[in-house]
DNA sequence: CACTGATCGTCAGTAAGACTGATGATTACC
DNA sequence: GGTAATCATCAGTCTTACTGACGATCAGTG
């Protein structure tokens, strides 16, 4: 039998995250990458749209449609950001804590769950490791 | 500092690695979803579109595709199969074989500059562990 | 102050990837 | 022989994320 690629490893072992987290969060009528953008929002509050989108790297256009997403859903709200009119400082609304709450809650679990076959060495030595490999030494 | 959830970890583990990979196989004229065409058809044929896309768990439309694009350049063909006229059996052209070749070495090479923040532990680790994680019990 | 260049948010358009559902051809079941 | 399942295909759709352009605003220079 031929060792798997990583390539494959990595599309199949996130597909499967998904299906975990997926349905976690579709009560809160969100997903995970909302859920990291509700997270980032509340964390370094108050945060421009494209400090936002850099923390999380992820594309300019694409934090605009997300916040579009979480304005609708009542989540966040746009407001003048103080020190420049450029800016918006995005917040969290009442219920978008509320979201972010429940929906960490939510992925903590699916997360152990999906780790749930490895030991806890392993797990430890993945997380290590996974961190190391996402980081660009560009 | 909060530690990253594993969904943002494999999007941007799986993102460097299709940096590096990427342009590994670009002077081949294929990308790493056709190598991996390319590797399964070598090594179970004569084997039906089906058959192959069970093999790499993709849609059977999907595969549809990528043998449409990988016969346009001429690396594999579609053959009527000896034992069941409903299937094709999809076989690697003299071309589609020495591409394989060239390109197993290539990805071959890229992974190990992929991997080469990690120690020898840490790879043979996480190796283990994507293969569990990524395997369905379903 | 006036100019130049950069930054922020936005929008339109596009491209890749992968899905659903339908179809015709063929095969297997009984 | 008739019914159900399987294979490859196609059209359409959906998601994700991008590029490139735009107006508005800010920062630095002289």
């Known amino acids: 039998m031929s060792r798997r690629r990583l390539g494959y490893l990595f599309k199949h072992a996130q597909l499967r995250l998904t299906r975990l987290t997926g349905p976690a969060l579709e009560p809160l009528g969100i997903d995970g990458r909302e859920l990291a953008v509700l997270t980032v929002l509340d964390a370094r509050s108050p945060v421009s749209q494209q400090q936002a989108a850099q923390e999380l790297r992820i594309d300019r256009t694409t934090m605009v449609a997300m916040v579009d997403a979480l304005e609708r859903k009542g989540l966040v709200a746009r407001r003048p950001h ?3 009119r450029r800016k918006n400082a995005v917040e969290l609304t009442e ?3 509320d979201v972010l709450t429940r929906g960490a809650a ?3 679990e699916a997360e152990r769950a999906y780790l749930e076959p490895l030991t806890e060495d392993e797990r430890r030595v993945l997380r290590a490791a996974l961190d190391r490999l996402a980081t660009d030494e560009d």
Chains 1, 2 share one sequence.
């Open 82 to 84: 103080p020190d420049d």
């Open 95 to 97: 219920r978008g804590r």
């Open 106 to 108: 939510a992925v903590e």
